[in-house]
């Protein structure tokens, strides 16, 4: 298709199948030939020349079409030796004749692939009238609009507008739009007409504004929708939005909602009608962001232990630049507490003039007046977030000075402060929630046994060399030096109570001693050798304890270290620079998006309960955890922005999008789209991109807009957002800049399938091999701990994991199947399935009656007459996903039950198990492995018995959806759908956890 034909109607479509184009026809064989295609005057044959067959032969009747198929959905287009040749937008199948053959072929582009499918579709459903034209018939819905908005703009009623007039109105239906590009339009327009002069007449602004506004990729999802050709009405909008968006719950009053909400014109709002204006609205709106709304609020449990959650933390939060010579200001604090930020670090120096500084370099322009910034927290504390707020001070100053400070934070906060003691009889911190607008101090304290008014404690907190006043040059030395000690006064020490700083010495001297209010501070160098070398027990130490890692003083820039690779051992307070753009703060932005931004995540259950197993540097599947398939089909950008420092090259900009996912080490991954070649600043890109993702609670999807022909810098734009936010369907993505601040009207448009979703299937890899397949059987499994009596108990859950496993995998494998022989992809609903084969059935006068008895809980599909091969097997297929779901719904509670009291049986070893292991003679690593393999059995029974109850759940879900789909569809017979099945998914039971820290030292 050339560059500059843009499709905007079926009539331009049935205009470029009526003079033909060349496509690849696909054998059975799997061999590829070239041939012209093109459909016949009289719209009722599609053809293909040169074919060794008869000109007869050589066509498909357009009333013999049953269905077509967007992708390599059919056996041919999935087999081996073509799935790599081609990209799957450019390929599509047309199942035709009562025997259902289908006629595979590949476009050289995702538009002539569009174009051809959505005429075909229009013909098949339409017959082989030609499409109104523009002027007349329904399409005057959206004509008539354009046409009002320029009569109210034609002030002087004479008919004709001035072009400057014209391109503001165009700017302002679509804001995004650049004046040059509207400007352009109208002169290509008005030369193509030989009408050049200053005026625009109705004709021309209504030609103008659909050739500008009317974007392609939305116009053919509309269509493929539409059950009046160019427009959706209440039916056809609820299909979309229950089959594609996955939305729940969704009735004719809410659709009615939406089309009063985004449609324009006054004639569709009243008929209930939502045109490609109105679709595109809607689809760019807040309503269909690709972020779950329900992020938008606090929506995690905030009664868990305050070790529970990731904090957002800042570090040198006043400084504006570099860490070194950055000057210093308030707007620091303020701009960090605006976006949700629960920890703050204040370094205190003495100040001249007897008042204590914060500082957070070495120069003397990085300081501001202690009493200043404490002002300024205490404003703006809880104007983002009700949760408690943690100070954490780095004391420089002299005693006299830090009783300054005491006074100062005691005033302005007052019954703000938290300055509870702690209970020796409890052994968490208490939750989120219990500290709602509350202040810690976290710093050190004067030991018990000091009565003084000032005591000397061991100074190795984070932060600039004591010695190191500001404003000094670096590295000069006073005579002394030695290990850091600091005197303390009383005052300042009594503001601690929850947060004590104390000394790290190492894992197991701290998990032996150290008090659940005791918090341990690691440079990032530090802690970096701990996730390298003991991942593990730093999983555990970090279930009951605070950590705070903070950047190392090398990073003179404020650059950022990457907060994924200590998150994903659990530690809570990962310090960033917040002045500091890139990746790692779009990293740390996009992640606590996800609980109303309020600066609390709760980390994954495997890093929560006491006992679990969990290896954070983990490159394959986790014990318990289902994997995930993410397809991402990026379709197009709008509205992007030229990269810093492209300047010199002109208006040229060649961009790709770049997908990454950031997580556990088995879920890093990374891929990109083609380059859209001048594609400007609204490319189509038409790309399916997918990743496993194996822990999606601690993932997160960024993706990246580069440019591949840049000078200076390539980036573009970006967007970070944790997977478990995502939501499926067609979405807008929202752009940012280098900064994160929002692009005006910069998105990319794209298509979200996730397995294990609402609205998504389970992910399946086709072919698996037999090593793969058995390591998924041991991730499944339970070990050996070497103690006799635990084995006996974990023995004896074998048989019921194994039930759980093939309950599970039974019914995955038999819906995988009849998606695909629906022609559909593995994340699709049962619902598009039972829709997709009332659509073969409808379209055929010949076609066998098939009809789903409604009656029954789990409605059989029974066909009446001869059935041809292809139809056979779908039913034969829907008959295996009804006897395996039965299977696995009437089994599920006894294997659920089974595999609980397997745990409870195991973890009531739990406290004995030291003393059980010494018992027979296990030591050092043999010691080590030995509660490894406890661990891993807990979790494996845990994981399992929540992955049963959840596809029970949803198996449920897919009988409500037959029945849901039979009843609309027409195909089912003898009543509505079940009483007895809820659309909703059945919760999973918590599992408890027992007070106390893990002495298993495992995680």
């Known amino acids: ?42 719209m009722r044959y599609l053809r293909w020349e040169p074919s060794k067959k008869d000109s007869e032969k050589a066509k498909i009747e357009i009333k013999s079409v049953r269905e077509v198929r967007v992708g390599k959905k059919t056996p041919v287009l999935r087999s081996n030796g073509l799935s790599d040749q081609f990209p799957d937008e450019c390929a599509f199948s047309i199942i035709y004749g009562e025997k259902y053959e289908s006629l595979d072929l590949v476009a050289s582009s995702a538009d002539v692939v569009n174009a051809w499918v959505m005429g075909l579709r229009y013909l098949v459903s339409y017959g ?78 209504v030609e103008a504004y659909c050739d500008l506004c009317t974007r392609p990729e939305i116009f053919f999802l509309l269509v493929q929708f539409s059950s009046n050709k160019e427009s959706l009405g209440l039916k056809d909008l609820l299909t979309f939005l229950e089959v594609e968006q996955g939305m729940e719950g969704v009735t004719e009053e809410k659709c009615l909602e939406i089309i009063s909400k985004y449609e324009p014109s006054s004639e569709g709002r009243e008929k209930g009608f939502l045109t490609v204006d109105g679709f595109t609205r809607y689809l760019l709106s807040l309503d269909c962001s690709i972020f779950d709304p329900q992020h938008r609020r606090v929506c995690q449990d905030m009664t868990q232990p305050l070790s529970h959650y990731y904090i957002s933390s800042a570090h040198g939060a006043c400084l504006r630049e570099d860490s070194s010579w950055g000057s210093a200001g308030l707007g620091g604090y303020v701009a960090a ?94 939750s989120p929630e219990t500290l709602k607008g509350k202040i810690l101090i976290k710093g050190r304290k004067l030991p018990p046994n000091c009565h003084e008014s000032e005591g000397e404690v061991t100074d190795d907190e984070e932060g600039p060399e004591p010695w190191q006043r500001p404003g000094e040059a670096d590295g000069q030395l006073p005579g002394g030096g030695g290990r850091r000690r600091l005197r303390l006064s009383r005052e300042l020490s009594e503001l601690v109570s929850l947060c004590q700083a104390v000394s790290f010495q190492d894992l197991k001297a701290s998990q032996r001693g150290q008090r659940y209010w005791e918090l341990c501070s690691f440079s990032e160098v530090e802690a970096g050798r701990l996730v390298a070398e003991c991942p593990a027990e730093l999983v555990s130490y970090n279930k009951r304890f605070l950590s705070r890692v903070y950047p190392s003083p090398l990073r003179i820039d404020a650059s950022n270290m990457n907060p994924q690779d200590f998150w994903k051992c659990g530690c809570q307070m990962v310090a960033m620079n917040f002045q500091t753009p890139g990746l790692m703060a779009d990293l740390h932005t996009g992640w606590f998006r996800q609980n109303g931004a309020c600066g609390y995540v709760l980390r994954p259950a495997l890093m929560r309960e006491e006992v679990s197993y969990f290896s954070a540097n983990a490159k394959d599947s986790l014990p318990g955890v289902p994997a995930q398939l993410l397809h991402l089909r990026v379709i197009s950008g709008q509205n992007l922005p030229k990269p810093r420092g492209s300047g010199a090259k002109g208006d040229v900009v060649e961009p790709y999008v770049c997908a990454q996912i950031h997580g556990v080490p088995a879920d890093c991954a990374e891929r990109r789209t083609k380059t859209a070649l001048q594609g400007g600043d609204s490319p189509v890109f038409e790309e399916t991109l997918e990743f496993q993702v194996n822990l999606p609670e601690l993932a997160l999807l960024r993706l990246v807009v580069l440019d591949d022909d840049y000078i200076g810098d390539e980036f573009i734009a970006q967007y970070s957002i944790p997977f478990e936010c995502l939501q499926s369907g067609y979405r807008h993505v929202p752009l940012h800049s280098l900064a994160g601040d929002l692009l005006p009207h910069a998105a990319l448009f794209v298509h979200v399938a996730i397995a294990d979703r609402p609205g998504g299937g389970k992910g399946h890899r086709r072919g698996r091999p037999g090593r793969k397949g058995r390591r998924l059987r041991e991730y499944t499994s339970a070990k050996a701990t ?82 041809p091969e292809l139809l056979r097997k779908v039913l034969t297929a829907y008959e295996t996903t009804i006897h395996t779901s039965r299977t696995l719904i009437e089994s599920a509670d006894a294997v659920h039950s089974k595999l609980l009291q397997a745990q409870q049986a195991g973890m009531d070893f739990h406290k004995e198990l030291h003393h059980l292991e010494a018992q027979e003679g296990l030591k050092g690593r043999k010691l080590q492995k ?30 409500w959806q037959i029945h849901n789909s039979g009843q609309s569809c027409g195909i089912g017979r003898n009543g509505s759908a079940s009483p007895e099945l809820s659309r909703g998914r059945a919760p999973l039971d918590p599992v408890s956890e027992t007070e106390g820290g893990s002495d298993t030292g495992s995680c």
């Open 337 to 430: 507490l605006r976006v949700g930020c629960r920890s703050l670090e204040l370094v205190a120096w003495d100040g001249p003039e007897g008042e204590p500084l914060v500082s957070g370099g070495r120069s003397a322009a990085s300081r501001v007046a202690f009493r200043s910034a404490v002002g300024v927290i205490e404003r703006y504390a809880f104007e983002a977030s009700d949760y408690p707020l943690i100070l954490c001070l780095t004391v420089r100053c002299s005693p006299g000075q830090q009783r300054l400070m005491a006074q100062c934070l005691r005033k302005t906060l007052g019954p703000k402060l938290y300055l509870e003691l702690p209970s020796p009889e409890e052994a968490y911190l208490p």
């Open 128 to 205: 082989k009238h030609t499409p109104e034209a523009p002027e007349a018939g329904h399409p005057g819905l959206r004509i008539s609009w354009i046409s009002s908005v320029f009569h109210v703009a034609d002030l002087e009623k004479a008919g004709q507008i001035p072009v400057a007039r014209a391109v503001q109105l165009v700017k302002a239906l679509n804001p995004g739009m650049k004046v040059s590009t509207i400007e352009l339009k109208f002169k290509e327009l008005q030369k193509a007409v030989e009408r050049p002069g200053s005026d625009v007449a109705c004709d021309l602004f």
């Open 930 to 959: 030995a509660l490894e393999s406890f661990a891993w059995n807990i979790t494996v029974l845990k994981g399992q018995a929540d992955l049963l109850k959840q596809a029970k759940a949803e198996a449920l879900d897919n009988l």
């Open 786 to 867: 070497g103690v006799k009596a635990i084995d006996e108990v974990f023995r004896a859950a074998s048989q019921p994991l194994r039930e759980a496993t093939d309950l599970r995998e039974n019914v995955q494998n038999a819906l995988v199947s009849f998606k695909e022989l629906c022609g559909l992809t593995p994340a699709a609903t049962v619902k598009q399935c039972i829709l997709t084969v009332a659509a073969w059935l409808l379209r055929s006068e010949s076609a066998p009656s098939v009809t789903l008895d409604l009656a029954q809980q789990y409605p059989p599909m029974e066909a009446q007459g001869p059935v």
């Open 1 to 42: 298709m050339p560059n500059d034909r843009k499709i905007t109607s079926t009539a331009a479509c049935i205009s470029l199948m009526l003079e033909g184009c060349e496509m690849k026809k696909v054998r059975s064989n799997s061999r590829m030939y070239n041939r012209f295609f093109l459909l016949d005057p009289d």
